[in-house]
């Protein structure tokens, strides 16, 4: 997990993130004593300059390089949330402001420095907005990292992880229906499902062949599905993101290393 963004000088000016959880081994939790989060505003959408030290064109961190959008309007993507708290609260974020576990405020890979996002819980319904102003998580599988107390209202904190929209939302923008107190149906039209993705391909012919081909090595069942345009091989629907994590480093081991979790 990205915790904080400096600048360095090799041969020019480079940027440089440093991962505190490569820092120190403790483990991440929830306060000692939990607040009651019920009372706590969302974040308000607003305009912003952008953070100066939180924006690269492009980073790399753990072997990987990400590329920054140039902006966050139209951004919608649906994936896996995770939470961070105590172990990092106070400490300086990618953006430059500290780190807040009690503020609505979430860590993205991508989405420009400070950006604004309504994430719904597609479990149970729950909303709310979040201010972007850190990077992560890094951690494989993961769309979006969440403070302790927007993870608290969503209702995923005893879980760990929740399957979750995320969408842009732009200063001004007032979104209807936040509600996040009390336990909701789900609003989604249709059973939401989560798959491990191993491949995606232009002809159905190199699709069902790598199809074929994992799954001799693993056993499990495989599938092909299409939109017309891309053939994606996919494992699943999977029981939990457990269950998805361990497939994806039993595939990675198998010498399979381009899988990600997917929510439909």
Same mark, same amino acid.
Request: aromatic content about 8%; some cysteine.
């Given at each position: ?164 929209? /995320?969408? +842009?939302? &732009? ?10 107190? #009390? =336990?909701? !149906?789900?609003?989604? *039209? ?7 993705? /191993?491949? +995606?391909? &232009? ?10 081909? #994992? =799954?001799? !090595?693993?056993?499990? *069942? ?43």
């Amino acid at each position: 997990m990205l915790r904080s963004l400096k600048w360095i000088a090799i041969s020019g000016i480079y940027l440089s993130l440093i991962s505190c959880s490569s820092v120190t081994e403790q483990a991440d939790r929830a306060p000692t004593s939990p607040p009651d989060v019920s009372n706590i505003p969302n974040a308000i959408p607003k305009d912003e300059p952008r953070s100066k030290y939180g924006n690269p064109a492009s980073y790399d961190v753990l072997g990987k390089r990400y590329f920054t959008l140039t902006s966050s309007q139209g951004y919608q993507e649906k994936g896996i949330a995770s939470w961070y708290g105590s172990k990092f609260h106070g400490r300086r974020t990618s953006s430059g402001e500290g780190y807040d576990m009690y503020a609505m405020t979430a860590a993205h890979k991508t989405l420009p420095l400070p950006s604004y996002v309504e994430v719904t819980n597609l479990s149970n319904g729950r909303k709310v907005i979040v201010k972007v102003n850190d990077r992560g998580p890094f951690h494989d599988n993961r769309l979006i990292d969440l403070s302790y107390s927007a993870a608290k209202k969503l209702g995923i904190i005893g879980h760990g992880t929740g399957m979750v929209e /995320v969408r +842009a939302i &732009s200063g001004g923008e007032t979104p209807v229906n936040i509600v996040t107190n #009390v =336990q909701q !149906k789900p609003i989604i *039209d249709a059973p939401v499902g989560m798959y491990l993705q /191993v491949g +995606a391909f &232009s002809t159905s012919t190199n699709a069902q062949q790598f199809k074929s081909k #994992v =799954q001799t !090595k693993i056993g499990d *069942d495989v599938t092909v599905t299409s939109d017309g345009k891309l053939y994606r091989v996919r494992i699943g629907p999977l029981d939990n993101v457990e269950e998805g994590d361990s497939l994806a480093s039993r595939l990675l081991n198998l010498g399979f290393n381009d899988t990600h979790l997917v929510v439909e």
